[in-house]
């Protein structure tokens, strides 16, 4: 009698890039590699955010096809030196292994959907991450390595879209997915994914973020990203995590499960200069 495969539950692990996996934005590191000040940088994004032309986190993409300074300047090499550039947090190579391999009885395929240029996530996360793994925001060259045109922004609905393409690809139902992000551009995705029974995960306190997303979990190690999926997604006790971090060689030193409520409390008639916020924890 030959007995059937074991088969593992299989998911998929979606994470935004900027300050998600890493500690800076892209966006600040190239313009740094050209010579653009980040307060100039931030000025100009800003401005683009306000103006609402774009979704939010594609204002990069947008600069580098119409602002002047950026287009005259951004060839494929400087996206790809920024990628080398850009400080990650660490244990990603951990985190992606032991997610693909030692989870018993489960597998999580690890892809990032970001709404920066691919060639500086690829670059970034060269040896870590297979490039076919990664999502990011693409754009078409002329001749002289100019950008032509932009022919996918994974912003907002965009990333939306890649989330709906690799279940479909995968043959993985909607409820076998974690998605993990840091900032306002990944309200639409999460909402999408909370929407169709899947899981969600803050790696920041963003006041529009940390309400919709099923669990927050704040750390400098990507690896910390780890312990609401094996609470929530595979069923674990928090002495089984301890236990296998330290079989890992690692010590969960400090974890606090503190929900922080952060209001701004004032008279109605006070003057700005009265205001003072107030942190409640519960």
Do not use: C
Not at 10 to 29: C, E, H, K, P, W
Not at 80 to 88: D, H, P, Q, S
Not at 137 to 154: K, M
Not at 261 to 275: C, G, K, N, W, Y
Request: net charge negative.
């Amino acid at each position: 009698m030959i007995e059937k495969a074991h088969l593992k539950k299989r998911y998929i692990l979606a994470s935004d890039f900027d300050q998600t996996l890493s500690f800076n934005d892209s966006g600040y590191v190239l313009a740094d590699l050209l010579g653009i000040s980040e307060a100039e940088f931030e000025r100009k994004a800003t401005g683009m955010a306000k103006l609402n032309l774009v979704q939010q986190g594609g204002e990069l993409a947008y600069l580098l096809l119409h602002d002047p300074e950026f287009h005259s300047k951004v060839r494929p090499e400087h996206l790809r030196e920024a990628g080398k550039r850009v400080r990650l947090k660490p244990n990603i190579d951990a985190l992606y292994r032991f997610l693909s391999e030692e989870v018993e009885d489960y597998h999580f395929d690890f892809y990032v959907i970001s709404a920066g240029p691919v060639e500086v996530i690829r670059s970034a996360l060269e040896g870590i991450i297979p490039a076919d793994h990664i999502y990011g925001t693409e754009f078409e060259y002329n001749s002289r390595g100019e950008i032509e045109r932009i022919l996918q922004v994974t912003a907002g609905y965009g990333k939306v879209a890649v989330v709906d393409q690799l279940l479909e690809k995968l043959k993985i139902g909607p409820d076998r997915i974690v998605y993990v992000g840091d900032g306002s551009s990944d309200i639409h995705v999460m909402l999408h994914i909370n929407r169709r029974d899947g899981f969600t995960i803050a790696v920041s306190e963003n006041k529009y973020l940390a309400p919709i997303a099923k669990r927050s979990v704040i750390s400098d190690s990507a690896l910390a990203i780890l312990i609401p999926i094996l609470e929530e997604v595979v069923g674990w006790e928090p002495r089984l995590i301890r236990e296998l971090f330290e079989s890992k060689g690692l010590l969960i030193q400090q974890w606090d499960k503190v929900q922080t409520d952060m209001l701004t409390i004032v008279p109605v008639s006070a003057p700005v200069e009265e205001r003072s916020v107030v942190a409640v924890e519960e």
